[in-house]
Structures are given as C-alpha cells and as structure tokens.
C-alpha cells in the first residue's frame, strides 16, 4: 500500500503561497527548519463522564448559550467531575482562518465557557490555537473572525501555539505516524477543553473533535504533507498523543456540506457534551446528517467513517453505539421539533432505516 502520494506539491504550493504572501517566516520556521522537540511520554486520561462504563453524551438545544452550556455539563455530572478548582485548564477552540462561525468555533460558546470556567475557582484559562499554514498568525484570525472581541476582556490568556515549543510524543501503534510533535502547552496545563464546531470538511469529510486536534500539531505534521490520501488515518493517528478532558462541540451553526471556510450553513442551536471523542464525532456526524447532510457522508454509516475506524482500532474512545448513551434537553420554545432532530440522530446513530 502506498501511503505517501505526491506531499512534494502541498510543499511547494503552500511554500509558494507564503512566498507571494511576504510571509518567510513562516516559510523557514515551518516548512524547512527540524522542530525543536524534547520528547514526553504523557500520563494516560480516562473519561470521567461515564456511568456503568458507558460513555454520557448530552445534547442541549437553546438560545442561550450560557444556559446551555451549564445544562450540557449538568447532565453529565458537572464540571465537579474533572475536579477542576484551582487548576489551570486550555481551552482549544478552532480557528483556523479567519472567518465567522461556522467556519470557526462560535465566539459566544468560548466567552461563556470562560465564565463557568472562572465560577467553578480555576486558577488559570488558557485559549489556544494554530491556524492553518496558510492562514497564519492565528492572532490575526482570533481578530478578525471575531473570537477576540468576545474573549479579550475575559479573565483568560491567548495562546498561539506557533509562538511557543513543541514536544515529541511516540505513536506506537501508528501505520502512517510514528511520532508525533505537539503544542507544549497540551501538556503543561492540568486540563484541556476541546471546543470544535460541527462542520463538514472538503478534504477529511467532516472535522469535529478529532481533527480539531490538529490545530496543536506542528505545521510539518499536517495531514497533506504525511499522507494527503489517507487525511481520515492520519488524524486518528496524531489524536493517538493526547485525550482532551472534555469535548464541547459547538452545534449552534454547522456546515453540512463544503467547509472548513465556505459551506452549506444549518443552525441546529445545539451544544453537545462528552468526555469521549469518538462519541463526540459520531454524534456530531449524525447532527450533520439529520439536517441532510452530505452525500459523502450520507452514502456510509457513521461508524464506517475512517477517521472513526481508525480512532477505534487505536482504542482512542466508544467503538459502537451500545457504548454510549445520549441524554438531552430543549431549553428553546421548539420542543417538537428538537423531539424530531433528536429521534433522527438516534436513527443515524444506531444505523435505523
């Protein structure tokens, strides 16, 4: 099996598309330097949201995203489960160009996941993020897709992860990826938050929990300079480095189809919760399909995905639908129709004809 087809031109393209766009730096530090990494062996993190040892998934409908947030970590349990005063925690949003929700994470559900954060007696908030090569500095995307403005009079500290170290973390298992080099500041916190928005993806098909990961991965690592046929194993692989304490997925608008910058745009209104990834992307995948989703996506059975399958091989969280369980509510006006929404996610998440 071939498993490396034509890299050479995703260097060369993106190489060129820096050059034209005045933007060496990046060009030399990213694309032609060796990272400097210092190589970590991280502890093992288990759910912590789990009953009876089926992983909980809540889904919470609304207009207000605060509330929503709080019933969300409610139903799970609460954040009293990650134990989480005085503790420094990262938040890692998706800000991978510079344009409005969907395209990145919506700016109102990281503000108010600030807030709870702060209520529960954390001691430090971190928001972290690396843009897409070509797209760089994630400063600037923060601004101008409008995460800023919501965040900077928070009690928070941004982090651009381009502006920091790397560490080097062993993929033992992994068929494309043999190590992979992260963010430090995955590692030097106490807990991590991984905050995504649903979003169908042109090249990997979807991007929700899993492939929000990628943002901490150095830029040498993304997924066309490794494999770009096999974008769905590479990102499974990378996740094989870290587990996020926690997934909050940002439901309130979503591509269904195009994306990660341009696409079909549906406004489910929904915030989904679970301290498994692989739960959080089958859900998330069935939300995208319960608004008609996309016929790449549609024509398998969510399961079936590769990302999916390749996170299960590596063990990486829920590997079919006996293992989780969803509980939900409507905070909104529209309980009939979130009563549909809902038994359409359990038809596509239980593979239902």
């Known amino acids: 099996m071939r498993i490396i087809k034509y890299p050479l031109f995703y260097v060369i393209g993106i190489t060129i598309y820096l050059i034209l766009k005045f933007q060496w730096r990046f060009v030399l530090t990213y694309l032609f330097s060796e990272p400097k990494a210092k190589k970590i062996d991280p502890e093992p993190i288990s759910n912590v949201y789990k009953n009876d040892e089926i992983a909980l998934v809540s889904i919470v409908q609304g207009d207000n995203i605060y509330e929503?947030?709080?019933?969300?970590?409610g139903l799970l349990g609460g954040l009293e489960r990650l134990d989480i005063k005085g503790k420094s925690i990262l938040i890692k949003p998706n800000i991978v160009n510079r344009y409005p929700s969907p395209a990145n994470t919506n700016p109102l559900v990281i503000k108010n996941l600030i807030k709870i954060l702060h209520e529960y007696g954390v001691s430090k908030i971190f928001v972290g993020d690396m843009s897409a090569i070509f797209a760089l500095p994630t400063k600037k995307n923060a601004i101008k897709s409008g995460l800023w403005e919501a965040i900077s009079d928070e009690n928070m500290t941004f982090i651009p992860f381009e502006d920091y170290g790397w560490v080097e973390v062993d993929i033992p298992h992994g068929r494309f990826v043999k190590k992979a080099i992260v963010s430090e500041f995955i590692y030097n916190v106490d807990r991590v938050i991984n905050v995504p928005v649903i979003k169908t993806h042109s090249y990997a098909n979807y991007t929700i929990s899993l492939k929000n990961f990628i943002g901490a991965i150095h830029p040498q690592q993304r997924p066309y300079f490794i494999a770009p046929d096999f974008w769905d194993e590479v990102i499974a692989e990378l996740n094989a480095a870290y587990t996020p304490h926690l997934n909050i997925l940002d439901g309130t608008k979503i591509f269904i189809k195009g994306g990660p910058t341009r696409g079909t745009v549906a406004a489910p209104n929904l915030i989904v919760v679970t301290g498994d990834r692989i739960a959080a992307d089958v859900v998330g995948l069935s939300v995208i399909r319960a608004f008609g989703g996309w016929e790449r996506l549609n024509s398998m059975d969510v399961w079936e995905q590769r990302q999916i399958k390749r996170a299960i091989e590596l063990h990486l969280?829920?590997?079919n639908p006996s293992e989780l369980k969803i509980v939900s509510k409507c905070l909104g006006?529209?309980?009939?129709?979130?009563?549909?929404?809902?038994e359409k996610i359990h038809h596509v998440l239980n593979n239902v004809n």
Request: hydrophobic share 40%; no cysteine.
């Open 68 to 73: 929503m947030l709080k019933e969300g970590l």
């Open 317 to 319: 969280g829920v590997s």
């Open 333 to 342: 006006a529209g309980k009939t129709d979130f009563d549909k929404l809902m």
